[in-house]
């Protein structure tokens, strides 16, 4: 973590889960002017499900927490917010065949987005949040986003969109923990909520049941209706309750009795079809990402990287082509489910060089 000058004045994103409670703790204990605030996204929660963030249970939680360390907390309203930039591109990009990341854009709208700048003109000088990621200012003068240093709870790949405006201002203090040291950690300060099971659902879709929430928000779209599953050739296989209800990959659910396994490989969402073929069908070298963000500078030419197509996926050795605001992607081995619609996220050893959105076509 950045070294702080002393009494910085912070703002912690604090959601009620024990992580964001860990780095406000943290800063706390530093000697800081700390201050929590809670997002509220008016989300109804059903009080058996999960999670138990961005609604009352999380807004109770976190003041829990502050009243603990002795800090001031308030909460924002952000429905209309998270509505804006979140569900309804949540929504298209699912009725157009595609497989969105919620979280890229809720933390580059939200959190880093109206939140940062609300910290800001608050007098903050500071926005801490419980990211396992690590900002580092280098002799070149850059701020540089590099990988949590715990590999099975690393976040960077949903903060690709950080730029150099941001960086300067955020602050991630669990970085260099480890998970099961964070868990230690809250025991050991006693925080309320040091028992609190992780939540790892999309906070505005009740039960996780993304299906449900569709058929719920766009009934009569015509990729939430049957229509015919197919192989490479047109044939027809089987059917289906909705295109809009797979995704590139997918093997459970298809229904169907094959002499090999199927895996869907692409999405018609014009003529509401599931194309599916074998593994091999669904692996691709090459493939277009839009809507890119660099972390620093552009790349001035192609370079060898790491790419990230997904958050659990394991980097792969790549050469990337710039251009604009795209990028072409090729990889040295095959890749399997690349996936319209998910990030594409470039890295160099573990510092994240950017990324963008995966194109239709791979090919």
């Known amino acids: 973590m950045m070294t702080l000058p002393p009494s910085s004045r912070i703002m912690v994103a604090m959601s009620g889960g024990v ?3 860990v ?6 204990h530093q000697g800081h002017a700390v201050t929590g605030v ?12 999960r999670p138990s963030c961005c ?32 569900v309804r591109d949540f929504c298209e990009e699912y009725l157009r065949g595609r497989t969105p990341n919620p979280c890229v854009r809720c ?9 940062l700048n609300k910290a800001l003109a608050m007098g903050y000088e500071f926005l801490a949040t419980g990211h396992y990621a690590r900002i580092e200012r280098r002799a070149d003068g850059f701020f540089h986003l590099l990988a949590g240093a715990d590999p099975r709870k690393d976040q960077s790949y949903f903060l690709y969109r950080l730029s150099q405006d941001h960086m300067p201002h955020v602050l991630f203090p669990l970085g260099a923990s480890s998970k099961s040291h964070i868990r230690t950690l809250a025991a050991h300060l006693h925080l309320p909520v040091a028992a609190k099971p992780e939540s790892q659902e999309v906070c505005f879709v009740p039960h996780d049941d993304y299906r449900a929430f569709l058929a719920a928000r766009a009934p009569h779209a015509p990729v939430l209706q049957p229509g015919e599953i197919v192989d490479l050739y047109g044939r027809r296989l089987g059917t289906h309750n909705g295109a809009a209800l797979f995704t590139i990959g ?3 659910g298809l229904r169907i009795a094959h002499t090999h396994a199927l895996y869907v490989v692409r999405i018609d969402a014009e003529h509401n079809r599931v194309i599916v073929g ?3 069908d669904a692996l691709c070298s090459a493939f277009s990402v839009h809507n890119v963000s660099w972390c620093t500078t ?21 050469r990337i082509f710039p251009s604009a605001d795209t990028v072409r992607v090729e990889s040295h081995e095959p890749l399997f489910a690349v996936t319209p619609g998910q990030s594409a996220v470039f890295y160099h050893n573990d510092e994240v060089l950017g990324g963008g959105i995966i194109d239709d076509q791979p090919s």
């Open 278 to 280: 074998s593994r091999a």
């Open 250 to 252: 997918q093997r459970a």
């Open 19 to 21: 992580d964001s409670s």
């Open 107 to 115: 933390n580059h709208f939200l959190k880093f987005g109206l939140l």
């Open 298 to 318: 552009p790349p001035p030419a192609p370079r060898d990287c790491l790419v990230k197509i997904r958050y659990n996926h394991r980097a792969a050795p790549a």
């Open 55 to 86: 609604g009352p249970q999380g807004i109770a939680d976190a003041q829990r927490v502050a009243l603990h360390l002795g800090i001031p907390h308030f909460v924002l309203g952000f429905g209309d917010a998270l509505e804006q930039f979140v």
């Open 38 to 49: 809670t997002m509220c996204f008016n989300i109804p929660h059903h009080p058996a499900s």
């Open 23 to 28: 780095a406000a703790a943290l800063l706390t």
